[in-house]
């Protein structure tokens, strides 16, 4: 079956780094992908990995080891604005593209 | 501004009555996509398509229908609306590689609907 799991809810103070963690067992891969979801809001992409390894882009990183199926996000000088929902997605290997998308965590940066 | 435009942004309807939610892309992109996000259960697949008249369903179909006739365009229809297909609304659209992989996916701003 797939399955993504992240944590439900994380709370971080402003200026600090946080680490949100991904873990997937899905029956095909094609790259990984962050998103950023402010509540109601369309998600917006934040990073992608592919290969083992990490992605560094701004105050934001992305690290991916496939053979333990696992990801983490990290943020650092984290800003209020920062409140807002990661979502964890697998691309799917199989014919139809799709991207599985883990439930989110759901970010709080207190002052 | 490369987009992805949906329409209405919020919408309440009966049980039963036929509703259209539009979905526009102008970035050329051959990969639309339909999904819905519930408290719990995050983002799943409604239906997709890979190319103009090409759709297929995704994981949760059942109550929809879709239409690609051109390829900016990608309608999610829904012929009888009941209160379980309240929900926030997503089209996505992306780029195929020429393996025919999508890459990342640009999102609509989303519709909620409400069926009473």
């Known amino acids: 079956g797939q399955n993504i799991d992240q944590p439900t809810e994380m709370t971080a103070t402003e200026g600090a780094i946080v680490q949100i963690n991904c873990t997937y067992q899905t029956s095909g891969f094609n790259g990984l992908f962050w998103y950023q979801q402010h509540a109601g809001e369309a998600p917006t992409f934040l990073s992608y990995n592919v290969l083992d390894g990490l992605e560094e882009k701004g105050r934001f990183s992305s690290f991916l080891s496939r053979s333990k199926g696992y990801s983490y996000l990290l943020l650092k000088e984290l800003q209020m604005k920062d409140s807002a929902s990661y979502l964890c997605a697998v691309r799917d290997g199989g014919a139809t593209n799709k991207l599985i998308f883990g439930t989110g965590t759901l970010l709080a940066v207190q002052p | 501004e490369a987009q992805v435009t949906q329409n209405p942004r919020y919408l309440i309807t009966v049980t039963g009555k036929k509703l259209t939610v539009t979905c526009s892309q102008n970035m050329n992109h051959e990969y639309m996509s339909w999904y819905r996000q519930d408290p719990g259960l995050g983002l799943r697949q409604i239906y997709y398509s890979m190319n103009v008249e090409v759709t297929d369903k995704g994981d949760v179909p059942e109550g929809y229908k879709v239409s690609r006739k051109e390829k900016r365009n990608f309608p999610l229809i829904l012929e009888s609306p009941s209160p379980n297909q309240t929900s926030l609304y997503f089209c996505?659209?992306?780029?195929?590689?020429?393996?025919?992989?999508?890459?990342?996916?640009?999102f609509g701003s989303g519709t909620r609907l409400t069926v009473v």
């Open positions: 996505a659209s992306s780029g195929l590689s020429v393996l025919g992989r999508a890459y990342g996916y640009t």
